[in-house]
């Protein structure tokens, strides 16, 4: 039904995004003088594999997102080698080296912790590749010249090839030109090639927010009505590529364009109702700020963290509704966790450990208001108090806390024996928690006994009975 509806509204398409999903490819080879690639940026790894396939006789290039970087003069996080020499090959010449991959094989070439991915060029795909209902191209192992694997890949902009030998550049689908327009365009017909693979549909985003590019508008176009299919797509790659929009530096932009292409519904399916909220928007923009700025930084960030702080909401309504049913307070959170968990970990495929930690932020908050005896020693022991004490801090940056509580913690924290004992001693004030959300039943409680004073205060008030007076007798003369 999706495939007739898309086909319907785009027919076959119109302009050079709308030919066949096979584009066919134009070469410019780019000198120094036209790229100016720094060559302090590439890494001397990527280098290293490079020359050792070209030495062996091989064709061998950095590719992709390595090469999109440098043209903008950004040192690549990572590097990618395309070449022509099959899995088998490469894996023969480098000590560690891995092949790995079932839709696509590659090889992981690792030089201590540094790991570097090396494709063979892939061919045209092949009519008889396995794909499923929906087209997805389920495994594909063809390989191919180097104009066909540049025809395969997803973008322009991530379709040229640098070599370090020679220092060129080898663009086949005008990537450079639609780099310094800052236009993010699929190559081929997008419906076909969103449809091989609805993973495209996500990085459109990521990329289009990282790079702060324009989406052309043909590349735009089917993906609202063809969002449906990343629900086809398995839950451990959408998962993948959830963590790479949320650590790219620019993960609240990243959600903003999901929620403006309709994406992330499937993804984060309350997250509108979240934002909706003033506290709730509030917490979570502050987190993935705050994320933004670590990875900016170059500080690690836990995806624990950061799932906790965009379900941290659907937590505490999930919690705040327990309670009002009169589950006290430490069961009703355990039970809104597991709601909550159980419902995302079957549409983010979230693993186990990112799980633990996130039950272990959320299980820590209640724990920090008991601020008497020996409980604050036994918190800051916690494995993840400090991610738990951030958390606080978020909490109490947003409004949804008071201030001083997340104060004390951070001073008891950073004080020696004697500073602990002292903030101790002193009366800590009760943190005012959020007022649960009234329930059908307390609802038609409250209103009972509101109805029941205003009765009372209806009704004159009792007349006091008269006290006797007792008769004192003369005192005797």
């Known amino acids: 039904m999706i495939k007739r509806l898309i086909k319907k509204i785009f027919g076959g398409g119109t302009g050079s995004e709308a030919s066949s ?8 080879t780019l000198t120094v003088k036209e790229h100016q690639i720094n060559p302090s940026l590439v890494s001397g790894n990527a280098i290293r594999v490079t020359s050792t396939l070209q030495q062996a006789g091989f064709k061998a290039f950095i590719v992709g997102g390595a090469v999109r970087d440098l043209l903008l003069g950004v040192k690549p996080k990572d590097f990618d080698i395309a070449t022509d020499a099959t899995p088998d090959q490469v894996k023969r010449l480098f000590r560690r080296a891995f092949i790995i991959g079932k839709r696509f094989q590659i090889v992981h070439v690792m030089f201590g912790s540094d790991l570097l991915e090396v494709t063979t060029f892939r061919g045209a795909s092949s009519d008889g590749a396995p794909k499923d209902e929906f087209g997805r191209v389920l495994r594909d192992n063809t390989f191919g010249e180097q104009p066909e694997d540049a025809t395969r890949r997803d973008f322009t902009i991530n379709a040229m090839y640098y070599d370090p030998a020679s220092q060129t550049v080898l663009d086949y689908h005008g990537g450079m030109a639609d780099i310094r327009k800052k236009t993010l365009r699929i190559i081929g017909q997008p ?24 989406i052309a508008p043909g590349t735009r176009a089917p993906i609202r009505l063809m969002a449906p299919l990343i629900d086809n797509v398995p839950t451990a790659r959408v998962f993948d590529e959830m963590l790479k929009l949320l650590s790219s530096g620019h993960a609240l932009a990243c959600l903003k364009q999901l929620r403006h292409e309709g994406l992330h519904h499937g993804l984060l399916p309350l997250l509108d109702v979240v934002l909706e909220q003033p506290l709730g928007a509030r917490f979570v923009t502050l987190a993935l700020n705050n994320t933004d700025e670590r990875v900016r930084q170059g500080k690690t960030i836990s995806p624990g963290f950061l799932f906790a702080a965009l379900l941290w909401h659907q937590v505490l309504e999930k919690w705040q509704a327990y309670e009002a049913t009169g589950e006290p307070a430490i069961p009703a959170l355990h039970l809104a966790a597991d709601d909550v968990l159980q419902t995302q970990t079957e549409s983010l495929a979230l693993q186990r450990r990112i799980g633990t930690d996130m039950r272990d932020i959320w299980a820590m908050q209640p724990r920090f208001d008991r601020r008497i005896g020996k ?34 913690w951070t001073d008891f924290l950073a004080a020696d024996a004697v500073g602990r004992e002292t903030l101790l001693a002193a009366k800590p004030r009760m943190n005012k928690k959020p007022a649960p959300k009234k329930t059908a039943h307390s609802a038609a409680q409250s209103a009972a006994q509101s109805a029941a004073t205003e009765a009372e205060a209806e009704m004159p008030a009792a007349v006091p009975k008269k006290r006797r007076r007792r008769t004192r007798k003369p005192a005797a003369e």
């Open 21 to 28: 999903t096979q584009s066919v490819a134009k070469l410019k």
């Open 191 to 214: 419906e076909a090639r969103y449809r091989e693979d609805p993973v495209r549909m996500l990085r459109v985003v990521r990329f289009a927010a990282k790079l702060q590019f324009e």
């Open 375 to 408: 409980t604050p020693y036994k918190l800051i022991e916690h494995p993840r108090f400090r991610a738990g004490l951030d958390f606080l801090i978020l909490r109490a940056a947003s409004g949804e806390i008071e201030q001083e509580l997340a104060d004390w």
